[in-house]
Every structure is written in structure tokens, then in C-alpha cells.
């Protein structure tokens, strides 16, 4: 069993940043591939970004492009998301998942414009 903790969402304004966390519990942290999605209000769930166990691959939706950034520290046990230049489009709440099977409970971002 795995347990996926994010933090660090909040409010930023438009052109603003913020890092995400997602702590990971467990000793098989590091044989993850790791996933972020987000959920906008009345919307699916999408994919934001993706990273290899040895963060040797990671992939992007093409509308965080360029803007956000995924890595980890096996070490720690975390996943992190470096958003920048955020958008009011980038509003919804974030959620990590190992495999695409595990998956912690989200954190919310608002940006502002």
C-alpha cells in the first residue's frame, strides 16, 4: 500500500508560481513511475505531467508546456511540480498518483486574473 500526500497549493495570481509537493509513503517510492492530473470544476480529469522512476523521461501536456516543470527526489520520497507563469486556466485541484494507481487526496490551486 502506498500513501500520496500533496501540499502546497493556494492562491497566486496570474503570472505567478507555486511548487507543489506529493510526499509518498512506502519503501517502493523510487520503482514509481509518478503522475500529476489536475480536476477543473465541472470538468475530467486530465493529465498534467509524468516522470520515470530515475527521472530519466517526463512528458508534459502541451498546455503546461513550458510552464511547469515535474521532478522527484527518491530520497525523499516526493514528486514535486514547479508551475510558472500560471493562468486562471490552470485553476483546479491537483492530485499525484504512483502507476496511475495510487492517488492522494489533491490540493487546491486558484490563480486569479
Known amino acids: 500500500q502506498v500513501q500520496l500526500v500533496e501540499s502546497g497549493g493556494g492562491l497566486v495570481q496570474a503570472g505567478g508560481s507555486l511548487r507543489l509537493s506529493c510526499a509518498a509513503s512506502?519503501?517502493?517510492?523510487?520503482?514509481?513511475?509518478m503522475y500529476w492530473f489536475r480536476q477543473a470544476p465541472g470538468k475530467e480529469r486530465e493529465f498534467v505531467a509524468v516522470?520515470?522512476?530515475?527521472?530519466?523521461?517526463?512528458n508534459y501536456a502541451d498546455s503546461v508546456k513550458g510552464r511547469f516543470t515535474i521532478s522527484r527526489d527518491n530520497a525523499k520520497n516526493t514528486v514535486y511540480l514547479q508551475m510558472n507563469s500560471l493562468k486562471p486556466e490552470d485553476t483546479a485541484v491537483y492530485y499525484c498518483?504512483?502507476?496511475?494507481?495510487?492517488w492522494g487526496q489533491g490540493t487546491q490551486v486558484t490563480v486569479s486574473s
Open positions: 498518483a504512483a502507476n496511475g494507481v495510487y
Open positions: 516522470i520515470t522512476w530515475n527521472s530519466g523521461n517526463r
Open positions: 512506502g519503501r517502493t517510492f523510487s520503482s514509481f513511475t
